[in-house]
């Protein structure tokens, strides 16, 4: 296991989440459990890890690609509707986050 990024809030994490889980890297997300409990901890930090320590070079330079939005250039950075759940996704996401469906080519 190795953390590959820090997001600034579950929704990010399990997007990056869902977008390795898409290329094939299995990914999870830690973090948000934690409760107001833990004092000076915000509650909505997580961190995405990847359970392949040798695919982390991979892993990382797919996150670069993810966060500089070239994924969201050569999807024409459309945002879409997920017919699977109805969820709205951002144009780089090639498959939902929440249930897995494959975005629709149109
Ligand atoms: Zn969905």
Do not use: N
């Amino acid at each position: 296991m190795k953390q590959l990024h820090a997001a600034r809030h579950a929704v990010e994490a399990h997007l990056i989440r869902g977008f390795l889980m898409s290329h094939g890297i299995t990914a999870e997300v830690r973090g948000e459990y934690l409760t107001s409990g833990w004092g000076e901890l915000p509650t909505d930090v997580c961190s995405v890890w990847i359970a392949d320590d040798t695919q982390f070079t991979e892993a990382d330079e797919l996150l670069k690609a993810f966060l500089s939005g070239s994924l969201a250039r050569q999807y024409g950075g459309q945002a879409w509707t997920c017919p699977g759940c109805g969820e709205k996704l951002e144009g780089q996401f090639t498959e939902c986050w929440s249930c897995g469906h494959a975005r629709p080519t149109t």
